[in-house]
Nanobody, 126 residues
Framework: QVHLVESGGGSVQAGGSLRLSCAAS????????MAWFRQAPGKEREGVAA???????NYADSVKGRFTISKDHAKNIVYLQMNSLKPEDTAMYYC????????????????????WGQGTQVTVSS
């Protein structure tokens, strides 16, 4: 069974940066579609970024040019580098995984992912 553990969240001022990490148990990073989602209070969970086994990445329009998803196969960690943070980026951020060679067009659908981490909170103040 795959387990995901997120870390790296915190509080930062607008314009600042944070790097989130998602540590996976077992050798899944190289074989799975890995994604980051976020959920703000009162809002639906939103797909932020995803990366597949060949390092092809997808991004939500709201974060393109500011966020970068990457992974370290040796460490089994997926990262989300977040730059130029805005107050509207404030949310709980979750790592998700699905056993699929490619993330596909439906990568932003939360029901595509059977495995989730517990989340890490990101708060951006103005």
């Amino acid at each position: 069974q795959v387990h995901l553990v997120e870390s790296g969240g915190g509080s930062v001022q607008a314009g600042g940066s944070l790097r989130l990490s998602c540590a996976a148990s077992g050798d899944v990073i190289s074989r799975y579609c890995m994604a980051w989602f976020r959920q703000a209070p009162g809002k639906e969970r939103e797909g932020v970024a995803a990366i597949d086994r060949v390092l092809s990445a997808n991004y939500a329009d709201s974060v393109k040019g500011r966020f970068t998803i990457s992974k370290d196969h040796a460490k089994n960690i997926v990262y989300l580098q977040m730059n130029s943070l805005k107050p509207e980026d404030t949310a709980m951020y979750y790592c998700a995984a699905v056993s699929s060679w490619a993330c596909g067009r439906g990568w932003q659908g939360e029901y595509e992912y059977p495995t989730w981490g517990q989340g890490t909170q990101v708060t951006v103040s103005s």
